[in-house]
């Protein structure tokens, strides 16, 4: 994909999360906020790092536009996943935003000691969460330049 100016295509992402409530929590915000594009949802930090490398069941896996990652996750952790993600050259410059219920400072810290984009808390409030979506959407996948990636 030489460029990332995908304001008029749907975008893809992938969304990391256990938590069978908050996956339909996050479909149901994407579904009214009418925001269109493809929500890929892997459970643990495991299969999150097989699918942005292509592995095993996700050896077809397109490399989506932007990560929402959960912190606790089985498996591998949130840091661990995010962690990898940034010491990997074709991965690097993914946009992972932190999308968790922890307000814990430390772990705010460490998720940008880790070169997380954003850390954002989950909010409760389901309209609220559709806003929230509905700005990630315009932010990072309309408004924001990305350095190009190969995408092999």
Do not use: C
């Not at 989506?64 to 410059?93: A, F, H, M, Q, T």
């Not at 309209?127 to 350095?147: C, G, K, N």
């Amino acid at each position: 994909m030489p460029d990332h100016d995908r304001s008029g295509d749907p975008a893809d992402i992938l969304l990391v999360e256990d938590n069978p409530g908050d996956v339909r929590l996050t479909q149901e915000a994407f579904k009214e906020g009418q925001i269109r594009n493809t929500l890929h949802v892997v459970t643990d930090g495991v299969e999150a790092l097989d699918f942005l490398r292509r592995r095993g069941d996700h050896a077809d896996a397109p490399l989506p536009d932007i990560v929402l990652l959960d912190l606790n996750l089985p498996r591998k952790n949130g840091d661990e996943v995010l962690d990898e993600i940034r010491s990997d050259p074709d991965l690097e410059y993914l946009p992972v935003i932190v999308l968790t219920s922890s307000e814990a400072q430390e772990d705010v810290v460490q998720s940008y000691e880790l070169q997380a984009n954003a850390y954002l808390t989950k909010p409760v409030d389901p309209s609220e969460f559709i806003e929230t979506v509905r700005s990630i959407q315009q932010f990072w996948l309309s408004v924001v330049r990305l350095p190009p990636y190969d995408e092999e």
